[in-house]
T-cell receptor
């Protein structure tokens, strides 16, 4: 398995531009998570999907952020318009049901997308 | 809500020496506990996890961790570190059967020759 695949690995954009980050979870995993990592705030959960349905988006900073999961093998995180304070590393992670439902907690992370907004 | 504290921001250890990273959690019931490692420019990789049973758990890369309920701790240990162990280490906790992981702030490990 190729693991969780994220693209792009690096993105540099100017303030006000739209940014789209992409994620392909591990085949067979039914849970998908988007995290943001910054020096100041550490790892923050932005949104959680289960079976392609958004279950918890309470971590999404504001309306400029949106996420979709049109099918089991693809998810996007969009920022429009982007701002310098959105600069961070964005991680996608997926997990499967595992045994007794505990697998949901065992996350496999992608390599991350480093976003710089100028 | 559960929370995780990693008291040490940065640890420097000599190659071949032992390593212990501290993790304390705040949660009323028995939590699910995890240690992840992040190498520079990479995502997080699961080292080990504790759900129940034996309180000493073995992980990958020669790491182990011990769950101590009385101390609300889940410290990570390795008897002899290698230069490749230089990375950032994150402790995480979740409520049983809850998807939401709470991560600690991380401990950066530097290995000197």
């Amino acid at each position: 398995d190729a693991g969780v695949i994220q693209s792009p690995r690096h993105e540099v954009t100017e303030m006000g531009q739209e940014v789209t980050l992409r994620c392909k979870p591990i085949s067979g995993h039914n849970s998908l998570f988007w995290y943001r990592q910054t020096m100041m705030r550490g790892l923050e959960l932005l949104i959680y999907f289960n079976n392609n349905v958004p279950i918890d988006d309470s971590g999404m900073p504001e309306d400029r952020f949106s996420a979709k999961m049109p099918n089991a093998s693809f998810s996007t995180l969009k920022i429009q318009p982007s701002e310098p304070r959105d600069s961070a590393v964005y991680f996608c992670a997926s997990s499967g049901p595992g045994q007794g439902g505990r697998g949901a907690n065992v996350l496999t992370f992608g390599a991350g997308s480093r976003l710089t907004v100028l | 809500a559960q929370s995780v504290t990693q008291p040490d921001i940065h640890i420097t250890v000599s190659e071949g020496a032992s390593l212990e990273l501290r993790c304390n959690y705040s949660y009323g019931a028995t939590p699910y506990l995890f240690w992840y490692v992040q190498s520079p420019g990479q995502g997080l990789q699961l080292l080990l996890k504790y759900f129940s049973g034996d309180t000493l758990v073995q992980g990958i890369k020669g790491f182990e961790a011990e769950f101590k309920r009385s101390q609300s701790s889940f410290n990570l240990r390795k008897p002899s570190v290698h230069w490749s162990d230089a990375a950032e280490y994150f402790c995480a906790v979740a409520r049983s059967n809850d998807y939401k992981l709470s991560f600690g702030a991380g401990t950066t490990v530097t290995v000197r020759a």
